[in-house]
């Protein structure tokens, strides 16, 4: 699982590109977050490919944290699958 390291009190983007996942002409129609309590989605977007999704944190606070994004496909039959990494949030 990938894992990517963020100070507390950053607010900082993470991307995952499914553009291998999607067939010649298809796109994403949605793209779901779950994030844990101890962070926060501050916002998040997606488009053709990617999706995008800014972290943050409530309070000055350490810990290790699993993010998953969930996509919907505009196939048909729609496919569905998700991605999950971990933000560790430490002093730097």
Not at 5 to 24: G, I, N
Request: glycine share 4%; aromatic share 10%.
């Amino acid at each position: 699982m990938i894992t990517f390291t963020q100070s507390p009190l950053a607010q900082l983007p993470y991307t995952v590109d499914w553009s291998k996942w999607l067939e010649v002409g298809e796109v994403l129609a949605s793209a779901t977050w779950s994030v844990p309590s101890g962070i926060v989605n501050e916002a998040s977007t997606f488009d053709d490919t990617t999706a995008t999704i800014w972290i943050g944190t409530p309070a000055p606070t350490t810990g290790t944290y699993q993010v998953k994004c969930t996509v919907l496909s505009d196939a048909s039959p729609t496919k569905t699958d998700s991605r999950t990494f971990v933000i560790k949030v430490l002093q730097l």
